[in-house]
């Protein structure tokens, strides 16, 4: 007998089947890809934390490449000798410490509740740098970085990225010429622990004043760079403890 797929009943079934048929599919591919999936969320922070400390492939000026995820394992832990997680005042090792989610833990840190606070020491050319991860907001969404200083609380590089800023104008963070900037900036304003603010009209376009707590802002992209530096201020401000702890003069 054939069916008669004009009637009502004919389109709510076949509508209903492939919604079964198309979600089986898609749970499947979820499950089969989540592997994948975490092992690139994995490989990139540790891109983006030992980019921080200057561990890259930039080629030039304007070039911002990472190290590869074919090598990146062996790079972290080649330069990464320590993940600490800071809990209040109880300070331990963990050597997953770079997999915290750093917006969930902003979020507890906000209703009152302590923290866990990654952070990672770093070992390059004979120095010591302390990689601090951030995480913020822009003018339209996520901004997040981290920030490697050494014992002296002078910025030794950052690095910076966005989930949906403005192309051209706020996505710039995560350009070099931005980038750049920070690094020899202090997070100190004497014995202050200050930050950095991204300031529109410093004087200072070149940033020749590293002791003024200031970078150029970005043109046209005032609260992402308000952003950025709400961002800095709040992670110096978490972990400013800790710090005091390693600062020399």
Known sequence: MAINTDKNVYTVVFAAVMVIVVGSILAFLATGLSGRIN????????QNILYAMGVNENVDE???NFV???VVEDEFS???????????DEVVDNSEAYLI???????????????????????????????????????????????ALDN??????????????????GANINQRYFMDDFSGESIMSGTRYAGINVAKGNNDPLNNNKEDNEVDALAGAT????????????????YKDYLKTIRTN
Not at 161 to 166: A, L, P, V
Not at 230 to 237: F, G, S
């Open 62 to 64: 304007g070039s911002v």
């Open 78 to 88: 080649q330069y990464i000798t320590e993940q600490i997680v800071i809990k209040g």
């Open 39 to 46: 092992e690139n969320m994995r490989f990139e922070k540790q």
């Open 152 to 169: 002296t609380m002078v910025v030794q590089g950052v690095f910076f990225d966005h989930k949906g800023e403005t192309p051209g104008l």
């Open 223 to 238: 609260i992402t760079g308000n952003g950025v530096s709400a961002m800095i201020k709040e992670t110096v401000n978490l």
């Open 101 to 147: 989610d750093m917006k969930k833990q902003l979020a507890l840190a906000k209703k009152g509740e302590t923290p866990e606070l990654p952070l990672f020491i770093g070992e390059k050319d004979g120095k010591k740098f302390y990689v601090i991860p951030m995480y913020g907001k822009g003018l339209w969404d996520d901004i997040w970085g981290y920030i």
């Open 68 to 70: 590869p995820t074919d």
